[in-house]
């Protein structure tokens, strides 16, 4: 069953100052009944003031960003040492160590995550705006038969990430995209994420025990009164039902 009108608040998008110049700032309070149109995007300047830019504007901005942007390199062996974080008991005669070997970290807009039931505009122009009660959380997964603990213990320190950390929509302050005729939306956030791929490295040194990890983790970001993370919010439409993932494969459902 669709809903026709939806009333919400709203993620949104720290931008590098280093990339396409941004927009003019937007007051923060919209007038009553503002719609936004179905390429707008909302993101939010490291000054935290708010700005609407087209999709296609966004992109570029995007594209800039990633161009200008990296994390500092690893080490020249990739390998974070954790020997101060734990230790274990090894045989005598054996070099001991407890490794992070880095194999990747990159930073990209990630899957759509819905955060708002789908809307049919099949009688005509309908809107639909994010709704309270969304989470997303940071996470660590590994690989069978690693201990999710230890590893976890060592990234934490390593990178300063708490994997316990989540973020919720709240009703705060509500923007509202249109969703034209004839088509079926949501809104949808796309959330910056930081992805670290890996292998925790134990035991002697000649002879690793190996397990894979990756680590999908965000940054806050505070919008009105709703702390949510660093990513764009935006709708997510097409002619037909289930809605195609904008970003990553599926249906919106």
Request: charged share 15%; net charge negative; proline share 5%.
């Amino acid at each position: 069953m669709f809903i026709r009108q939806l009333s919400v608040g709203l993620a949104v998008l720290a931008a590098s100052s280093h990339a396409t110049p941004m927009p003019q700032p937007l007051d923060s309070t919209l007038p009553a009944g503002t719609i936004l149109k179905p390429d707008d995007v909302i993101i939010v300047g490291a000054d935290n003031s708010v700005h609407i830019m087209k999709d296609y504007e966004y992109d570029q901005l995007d594209s800039a960003t990633k161009s200008a942007n990296s994390h500092a390199t690893m080490p020249e062996s990739d390998v974070v040492a954790a020997r101060d974080v734990l230790r274990q008991s090894r045989p005598r005669g054996c070099q001991e160590s407890d490794e992070i070997q880095v194999l990747s970290d990159e930073t990209f807009l990630n899957w759509d995550t819905p955060v708002s039931p789908v809307v049919s505009a099949a009688g005509g122009k309908s809107s639909v705006s994010l709704t309270e009660g969304y989470s997303i959380t940071n996470s660590l997964s590994v690989g069978v038969g690693a201990s999710l603990g230890l590893i976890e213990d060592i990234l934490s320190l390593s990178f300063s990430v708490d994997y316990s950390q989540s973020w919720t929509t709240q009703s705060s302050q509500s923007f509202t995209f249109e969703v034209p005729e004839g088509q079926f939306g949501l809104v949808v956030t796309q959330a910056k994420t930081r992805r670290v791929t890996g292998n925790y490295l134990s035991g002697c040194t000649d002879n690793w025990e190996k397990s894979s990890f990756i680590s999908d983790t965000y940054t806050s970001q505070s919008y009105g009164n709703m702390e949510w993370v660093q990513g764009v919010i935006r709708l997510c439409n097409s002619t037909s039902y289930p809605v195609p993932y904008c970003i990553g494969t599926g249906s919106h459902y």
